[in-house]
Structures are given as C-alpha cells and as structure tokens.
C-alpha cells in the first residue's frame, strides 16, 4: 500500500518538472510560468492528500 502511494507521488511529481520544463523551452517569461506552476503544486498537493486519506480508509477497513 505505501509503495503504491510513493509511486503515484514520484509521478506526480515527473509530471510537473515535465510540464514546467516544457514551458520554460518555450521561452515564456517566469512571470507567467510562476503562475500555473503554483496552481500544479497546490493540484498535486490536493491530489496526495486525498491519495493519503484514501489509503488510510482502506487500512482502516
């Protein structure tokens, strides 16, 4: 059960330096990389929260 989160999350986490990475080859100015890349992080980091409490419901059960 642990290893399957840490998986999604080391996922997770491919994807965001993908996209940032894919953005700031295309030359767009930090100002509006900064943007979206904050609201990746606050998705990603909903996004292992609810993983995290969703684990800990099937532990319990």
Not at 20 to 35: C, E, F, R, T
């Amino acid at each position: 059960m642990g290893a399957w989160v840490i998986t999604r999350i080391r996922v997770a986490k491919q994807l965001i330096h993908g996209l940032v990475a894919v953005l700031l080859w295309k030359s767009i100015p930090n100002s509006l990389v900064a943007v979206p890349h904050q609201l990746l992080t606050v998705i990603i980091r909903v996004f292992m929260v609810r993983t995290l409490q969703w684990g800990h419901h099937l532990l319990d059960l």
